[in-house]
């Protein structure tokens, strides 16, 4: 009777601590010779899904001594480093950028949602679009609305919007 009292910690009817809970797997340290939970991922090779697991420690010293250039040549890391700093362009999205086939005005959908934004007719001039890009900008600012994020949103659609015509019309 008193081993029974110690597998239920004086409470009969829980029954014994854990028993209804199954071992959870544990990973261990990749690293040679480490007896460590291996929780903390990383990368076997640029560009590789298949990951190293490490401790904490030795995660830490991994990612001190890691390289991603390691095997390429300066001229292959030129021209890696090169080719992302211009794809930094797409990683931005603009709402405005491409807005498939034009209509019968020569715009895109996206350039008529452009003119909606700023509030002007598709056949206003660019100074039309400038002075009424001023004014909405002035509106929506967030210096003029600050904690307001729907007017931080607003300003952001209206400076897209703005600079999608100021391409779009060449001005």
Known sequence: MANDYIKSFGFPRWGEYGRDKEAEPVRMC????????????????????????FC????????????????????EARRYMHEDA?????????????????????????????FDTLEVDSDAGPEMIKKQYRKLAKVWHPDANPGDPEAAERF????????????????
């Open 30 to 53: 990749d690293y040679a010779g480490c007896s460590e939970k291996g929780s903390h991922p990383a990368p076997k090779s640029p560009s590789s899904p298949e990951r190293w697991y």
């Open 56 to 75: 904490r420690e030795h995660a830490a010293e991994y990612n001190r001594n890691w390289n991603f250039f390691q095997g390429m040549s300066d001229e």
């Open 86 to 114: 211009s794809s930094d362009a797409f990683s931005q999205a603009n709402p405005f950028e491409w807005g498939g086939a034009v209509d019968e005005d020569g715009f895109t959908s996206a350039e008529a949602r452009a």
């Open 156 to 171: 952001h659609a209206v400076q897209t919007a703005y600079e999608t015509l100021r391409r779009k019309l060449d001005f």
